[in-house]
C-alpha cells in the first residue's frame, strides 16, 4: 500500500512528536455521578443508544452516495466514468459494500464523534479505496503549520490529511468531534445506573400478586407443609389463563388481599422512561422512532410530517458533514469546481401519493415539469414525447397582452355590431 512507512523518515520536522504543540485525543472511558463507568461498550448495552445509533448509520448507509459533474447549463449528470464514482456508489474497499462502510461510518460518528478511513490513491492521485479505522486506534495532533496529523497503532511515522478521510462531529477546536458520550457522560451513567437498579430489584427482590390473611382466632397452621399445601392449591385453582374470573372460597375467616405495585417501583418504571427520553435528546431522535410510544409527540399528525421531520432535523446534518467531509478529502482541488458529491434523498422527503401526484398536476400544468421528469422521479423509463412542457393558454406575457387590447376605433366597431344583433 503507497501510504505506509517511508514518507515520514529522514529530516522531516514531522517525524518527531515532539515538534506538535498538542495532543489531541478523546478519552476512552468516564466515571460517572451515578457511579458507573460509560464506556462505547457500556453505552451500547442501552437499548436506546444502540437504537439511535443504528437508526442513524442505517438511514445513512441505505441513502445512494453518488458524484456528479456540472455542465455548462447548470444542470448536472452522473460522473461514472470518474475514478470516485465506483468508490463511493458501489464498494469503497475489497472488503466492503457501501451499505457497510458508510453504516460504519455513522455509526463510528454517532459513538465516537469521529470517523476515520485510510486513503490509498493510484499514480494519477484518484483514490482507489477507503478503508476503516476504529477510533479508538488515532490520534489527532495539530502541527506547527495549524493543520492535523494523524498517529495511527500499526503504522510508522504520521499521515498528513491527504492520506486520511476525517468526518468530525460538532466541536469545539476543529480537530475532533466530541463524543454524544464522553461529553454528556453523566445522562447515559444515570440510565446505565437505572437499568442495573432495576435488575437487581427483580433478580432479588421479593415481588408477590397477594397475600392470604388469616386471623388470630382462627390459630395458626401447625406445619410448613400445611401452609404449601394450601397455597398450592389455591395458586393451582386460581393463577393463569384458564382460571381468569374464577371465584375463591376462602374458610376460617381467612381473606385474598391483592397487592399493586408500590411506589418505587413505580418511580422505577418512570425513570427508565426519562433515560430514554434523555438518550434521543442526546442524538435529536424522535421517541416514536425507537419505539418509545407512551407519550404523543408534537412533531405532527401523520407519519410522513414526522419522517419529514427527522430527514430535516436530524438526518441532512449529518449527511452535509459526509458530504462536505468527502468533497475536501477525495476529490482534488481543481476538481471541486466541475464535480461535487451528493446524498440521494428524495425518496426519503416525497410525501404520500396522493400529495406527490398533486404537486406533479402542479407541475405539469404549469408548465416547469415534462411526463419524463415525473416519470424519472417514480423511478420510471421515459417514454417517447414525453420531454414536452406545456403552456397555460391562460397565462401571456404582459407585453403581448397590451398588443392585443382593442383600439377605440375597433370598440366602436365592435359596439355597433352588438346594437344590430
Known sequence: MMFIPMLFKGSSPMQGKADFSKWISSVSGRNTKAGTHVTTETALALSAVRACVTLLAESVAQLPCELYERDEENGRSKAVDHPLYDVIRYQPNRKDTAFEYFEQVQGACGLEGNNFSLIERDERSYVKELIPINPKKVRVLKGPDLMPYYDIEGIDGLLPMRMVHHTRAFSLDGYLGLSPLQTNAD?????????????AVFSRGTTMSGVIERPKEAGSI??????????????DKHSGLGNAFSVALLQEGMSYRQLSMDNEKAQLIASRHFGVAEVCRLYKVPQHMVQEIEKSTSWGSGIEQLSLAFVIYTLLPWLKR????????????????????????????????????????????????SVNDIRRMEN?????????????????????????????????EIEGILCRA
Open 187 to 199: 445522562v447515559v451513567g444515570l440510565s446505565l445506573a437505572t437499568e442495573e437498579h432495576a435488575a
Open 222 to 235: 401447625k406445619t410448613q407443609e400445611g401452609v404449601d399445601r394450601l397455597l398450592s392449591k389455591f395458586a
Open 322 to 369: 459526509h458530504e462536505a467531509a468527502m468533497m475536501r478529502d477525495l476529490l482534488l482541488p481543481e476538481e471541486r469546481k466541475k464535480y461535487y458529491i451528493e446524498f440521494n434523498v428524495s425518496g426519503l422527503l416525497r410525501g404520500d401519493q396522493k400529495s406527490r401526484y398533486e404537486a406533479y398536476a402542479l407541475g405539469r400544468q404549469w408548465g416547469w415539469l
Open 380 to 412: 420510471m423509463a421515459p417514454i417517447d414525447g414525453g420531454d414536452k412542457y406545456l403552456t397555460p393558454l391562460n397565462m401571456a406575457d404582459s407585453q403581448l397582452q397590451q398588443s392585443l387590447n382593442a383600439t377605440p376605433e375597433q370598440m366602436k
